[in-house]
Structure formats: structure tokens, C-alpha cells
């Protein structure tokens, strides 16, 4: 059992002409959350968009975790997080 999540406001890069971060640079970000270096993720962290077609300064990510309960997701939806410096909206992630 297992929940999935959508982070929304999440920088892509710092400069319009740089590429965007890296899947291990998301994990990174997101792991400094201490409600989210408790879980055990089990999809890590990727651009909902592809990032070809990422031209802002930010897009959302999706990631999962195991949850047997569904209270880490809960948790997760009513806890500030930050990516990067900067808040981040949580949604539960919706196929």
C-alpha cells in the first residue's frame, strides 16, 4: 500500500537557459522536508510535465511512498514543505 502525492510551485532552475533539475537534484530537495525523509519512497521524485516542455521558472513533481494506512498522506497534505527555499502546494495525486 502505498500514496502519491503532487508537489505544484516547485522551482525547475534557477536561470530561463539552464536545464532543469535532475530527478536526484528533486530528491535531494524534497529529502530536507523532515516529514519526507521519515518515509520510504518508493517512486522518486519527477517532473509531471515533461521537461522538454518545462519553459517557466516552475512546474510540479509527483512522487510516492509507502503508506499502509493513509495517514502519512494526511500528514503529508496538512504539513508546510519547501523545495529549494520555497513553499510548495501538496495534492494528492489524482490518475
Avoid: C
Wanted: hydrophobic share 40%.
Amino acid at each position: 500500500p502505498w500514496s502519491k502525492i503532487i508537489l505544484s510551485g516547485v522551482f525547475a532552475r534557477t536561470h530561463r537557459d539552464e536545464p532543469v533539475y535532475t530527478g536526484e537534484t528533486l530528491r535531494e530537495a524534497l529529502l530536507r522536508n523532515p516529514a519526507i525523509s521519515r518515509l520510504n519512497i518508493t517512486q522518486n521524485p519527477r517532473w509531471v510535465r515533461p521537461s522538454e516542455f518545462i519553459d517557466g521558472f516552475k512546474s510540479s513533481i509527483s512522487f510516492a511512498f509507502e503508506d499502509p494506512d493513509g495517514s502519512n498522506l494526511k500528514s503529508l497534505l496538512k504539513t508546510n514543505l519547501f523545495m529549494f527555499g520555497a513553499p510548495v502546494h501538496a495534492k494528492r495525486w489524482v490518475e
